[in-house]
């Protein structure tokens, strides 16, 4: 009978540990319910902010759009000299390339002399106070 006993003893003690267990595993599946209840409401908090941003840029790109739309077009000789301008500084641009990367001589035209001294022989006054060099001066350190 005492084994009895002794076993009935043994079997309370581990039951109790049993219920000791149980109730430390249901206090930590309390705590990481909480924890992802708290993180869903700050994803749900972040989605909404990223929603109503997404529809702020997409009204933003709508008004963009409906002013490019309603913008006043320039006029067709407007357009048309422009054209020919951006033709022109292509096409030249590989006669000026070395000298605008302060590398080489100004090009000269087809009279011998360069566009700078061109420019002074009509006129107007040269930028430079070195007249002929062709290169602006330099700006001075302040």
């Known amino acids: 009978m005492a084994s009895a006993a002794h076993e009935e003893f043994e079997l ?9 267990k149980r109730a430390l595993l249901l206090q930590q599946m309390e705590a990481l ?22 529809a702020q840029l997409l009204q933003d790109l709508e008004n963009v759009e409906k002013n490019l739309h309603t913008r006043q077009l320039l006029h067709p000789d407007v357009i048309h000299l422009e054209t020919r301008y951006w033709a022109s500084v292509e096409q030249k641009l590989p006669e000026w390339e070395q000298y605008l990367l302060g590398k080489g001589q100004a090009p000269v035209s087809e009279t011998g002399t360069s566009f700078g001294q061109q ?18 001066p330099r ?3 302040r």
């Open 12 to 20: 309370g003690k581990k039951h109790e540990e049993i219920l000791e």
């Open 33 to 54: 319910y909480e924890q992802q209840k708290a993180k869903k409401k700050q994803q749900c908090l972040m989605s909404q902010a990223a929603h109503k941003r997404n």
């Open 119 to 136: 420019r002074l022989r009509s006129g107007q006054r040269h930028p430079s106070p070195v007249h002929g060099r062709g290169k602006p």
């Open 139 to 141: 700006p001075k350190p």
